[in-house]
C-alpha cells in the first residue's frame, strides 16, 4: 500500500484524516517503565492500544537487586523486540524515571540492532506513565527526526536522477502537479510551510497530496528548517521522483 510520513499540526484536522485514511500511517511503540510496572503501547492514527502491561517484582535485599532487574530487563526488551517486529515497526520510545530507559534501550539494541529507540523521563510506568508520554513532546520530535531522515533519502535519489535521468525528477508545483495527473509521481517531497498558509498554494498542495496518495505514491512531508526541507524549498517547496520518464515541456507547450 501506500504510506506517508507525516509532520506538522498546523494543517487542518480534516486533511489529516482524509490522507490517513488513504495510506499507511506512522505507528510507534511506546514503553514505559519503572520499578513497579511497566506497559508497551501501539500508538497510530485510530488511537492507543496497550499491547502489555504487567507489573514488576524485584527483591528488596541490594545484593539481588541487579541480577533480578536484569532479568526484568531482559524479559522486557524480548517482549518489546517482539512486538516490534510482529507489527512491521521500526521506531520505539522508552520512558522511565532514572536510568532504566537507557538500560532497557541497550538490551533492544543488543537483540536488534535494526530498531531506532528514542528515550524520554517520565514519572512513572504502566499505563499512567504511557498516558505522562503521550503529553510530551517525544512523539513529536520522532516523526521529525523520521521525516528529515526519509526526506534526505528521497532528496540524495532526486538530486542523482536529476543528473543522471532528468526525466524521472520534476520539481516545483506547476510540474508536479502535472505529473501527478499522470499519475507518475512514485515519491512526493513537500516542505511543511506549504501546508501553513491560507491561500491558493495550500489548496493546490492539499489536493496533490491526495491525488499521489489514491495512487499509491510516497508521501513525505519535511519540516521547512530541516537541511533537506531547505534544499526542496530552493526547488519551489515541492519535488516528486517519477514512475517513468516524462517530458514535462512537451506536456505543457501541448
Known amino acids: ?19 490517513l485514511k488513504l495510506v499507511r500511517p506512522i505507528r510507534l511503540i511506546l514503553v514505559a517503565l519503572d520499578f513497579d510496572e511497566y506497559a508497551i503501547a501501539l500508538v497510530q492514527s485510530q ?11 524485584l527483591p528488596i535485599s541490594d545484593d539481588r537487586l ?9 524479559e522486557i526488551a524480548k517482549r518489546v523486540v517482539e512486538s516490534a517486529q510482529r507489527l512491521g515497526i521500526d521506531t520505539v520510545i522508552l520512558a522511565s524515571p532514572g536510568s532504566l530507559k537507557e538500560e532497557l534501550r541497550d538490551l533492544i539494541k543488543e537483540l536488534a540492532p535494526g530498531i531506532r529507540v528514542y528515550t524520554d523521563t ?12 503521550l503529553n510530551r513532546d517525544s512523539i513529536q520530535r520522532v516523526l521529525h527526526d523520521i521525516a528529515v531522515a526519509e526526506a534526505s533519502g528521497a532528496l540524495s535519489e532526486f538530486e542523482y536522477l536529476l543528473a543522471k535521468d532528468i526525466g524521472r525528477v520534476v520539481y516545483g508545483l506547476d510540474d508536479v502537479e502535472l505529473a501527478a495527473e499522470m499519475g507518475a509521481v512514485e515519491k512526493l517531497v513537500v516542505v511543511d510551510e506549504m501546508l501553513s498558509s491560507f491561500d491558493e498554494v495550500r489548496q493546490r498542495v492539499e489536493k496533490l497530496l491526495k491525488s499521489v ?21 530552493m526547488l519551489g517547496g515541492v519535488i516528486a521522483i517519477l514512475r517513468y520518464r516524462l517530458d514535462i515541456e512537451s506536456m505543457k507547450q501541448g
Open 122 to 133: 517520565v514519572a512513572n510506568g504502566g499505563y499512567s506513565g504511557i498516558q505522562e508520554l
Open 1 to 19: 500500500g501506500s504510506e506517508v510520513t507525516i509532520y506538522k499540526q498546523i494543517w487542518s484536522p480534516k486533511l489529516l484524516d482524509e490522507l
Open 47 to 57: 488511537g492507543l492500544k496497550i499491547l502489555d502491561e504487567r507489573g514488576i517484582s
Open 213 to 233: 496518495a489514491e495512487k499509491k505514491g510516497r508521501i513525505i512531508i519535511v519540516p521547512t528548517n530541516s537541511p533537506p526541507g531547505q534544499r526542496v524549498k
Open 66 to 74: 541487579e541480577s533480578a532487574k536484569e532479568v526484568a530487563l531482559r
